[in-house]
């Protein structure tokens, strides 16, 4: 096959998974369903959860040579904006990508990690990482117990095990915290936009049998695999977002009337919304442009960096502005922009911050420049 005929095919690869998200959102995703999403004391549904693995979109970050459907980045980008701008409360990021990201990046995987992967694929498993920063206070004793707290895991409410790696003398283990382990509690937490995560106590918890053993460089590969799939699926689901809650804005302005015309008529509320729309447009081409170097094995941290500081900066703008062109209608329950309101506010920080990204770009190109440099 031809470079172009390639080029073709993985286009139309991803159109079709566009649609198929579409369809999910238009017909699966109503305002009834996120409602029983949003009360359910996991977040997560399991008839859904089902659905996105029926879809496959649990098996998209994975190689084909794992079972999976590819592992591209493109294709989730292509996934998650549809889910984004349907405000999908399920952890389809950290649960469905992150997760098995991480597995398959590792090498040499053993069979406990083969079959944790295939659960989570098929839907039957959902898995959450602990990031390293999360668990930072939890301490390891001699005898293989470990005691502590953790911070907020996103995605981590309801999941049957939790993944968390130690590291010792060059060398990580990674293990998988079973929900029912004896000592070890999950208490579930709610984000401000609904969204379910959980906190981890560990009270003289014996760890189980160790999932994979490995080099730091091997882990550290396969967490910064991990970690970009997720930013891009993250900042896909935000692009969604931003282009729902603008065009909302733009239809309630266009039905609201002051001084005798519709608002949306006054230049003012009109270079407002196209300035929303070139934000957005220009984030979509960024995070589109960054999927096409991760795929194509260009390992840049700059361009994951101005990623997601650019979703950040426009996630922030686009909330504020919606909550502004509403005006107070756009912070209550009746207004149907609001949960994306919610989404988008915490979108601009979940995931880091401008600032947090501009030093991550700054010192990728430069050096180790200091946080507060951007503030």
Request: with cysteine.
């Amino acid at each position: 096959m031809t470079s172009n005929a390639s080029d073709d095919a993985l286009r139309e690869t991803r159109d079709m998974l566009a649609e198929s998200a579409r369809r999910f959102a238009e017909r699966g995703y109503g305002a009834d369903v996120r409602a029983a999403s949003l009360a359910h004391p996991e977040g997560c549904l399991p008839g859904v959860w089902a659905q996105l693995a029926e879809m496959g979109w649990l098996a998209l970050a994975v190689p084909e040579d794992l079972g999976g459907f590819g592992g591209r980045a493109a294709d989730l980008c292509a996934v998650a904006e549809p889910l984004g701008a349907a405000g999908l409360n399920e952890p389809f990021a950290e649960a469905g990508v992150r997760a098995p990201a991480l597995l398959a990046a590792l090498p040499d995987p053993s069979d406990a990690v083969a079959r944790l992967l295939a659960g989570s694929m098929a839907g039957e498993l959902r898995l959450a990482c602990i990031a390293a920063s999360a668990a930072r206070t939890w301490t390891a004793c001699q005898d293989g117990q470990i005691t502590g707290r953790s911070d907020i895991v996103p995605g981590g409410a309801g999941a049957d095990a939790w993944l968390w790696a130690r590291a010792e003398a060059g060398e990580v283990t990674l293990f998988a915290l079973a929900r029912d382990l004896p000592g070890l509690q999950a208490r579930a937490c709610t984000l401000v936009d609904g969204q379910r995560a959980v906190r981890l106590a560990a009270q003289s918890v014996t760890l189980p049998a160790p999932l994979w053993k490995g080099s730091t460089d091997a882990w550290r590969a396969a967490v910064a695999r991990a970690d970009a799939l997720a930013l891009l699926t993250h900042s896909a689901m935000g692009v969604g977002a931003m282009r729902r809650a603008r065009t909302l804005t733009q239809d309630y302005l266009s039905t609201r009337r002051q001084f005798g015309q519709t608002v949306v008529r006054n230049q003012v509320v009109q270079h407002r919304l196209v300035d929303l729309m070139v934000e957005i447009e220009e984030a979509d081409a960024l995070v589109q442009a960054t999927a096409e170097r991760t795929d194509a094995g260009i390992d840049d941290p700059r361009w994951l960096a101005a990623t997601g500081a650019t979703l950040a900066a426009a996630a922030r703008h686009v909330w504020q502005e919606t909550v502004q062109l509403h005006g107070a209608i756009g912070i209550t329950q009746e207004c149907e922009a609001a949960p994306l309101v919610r989404r988008l506010a915490l979108a601009s920080v979940q995931h880091g911050t401008e600032a947090h990204h501009l030093a991550r770009l700054a010192d990728a190109s430069l050096g180790p420049v200091p946080l507060h440099a951007f503030h």
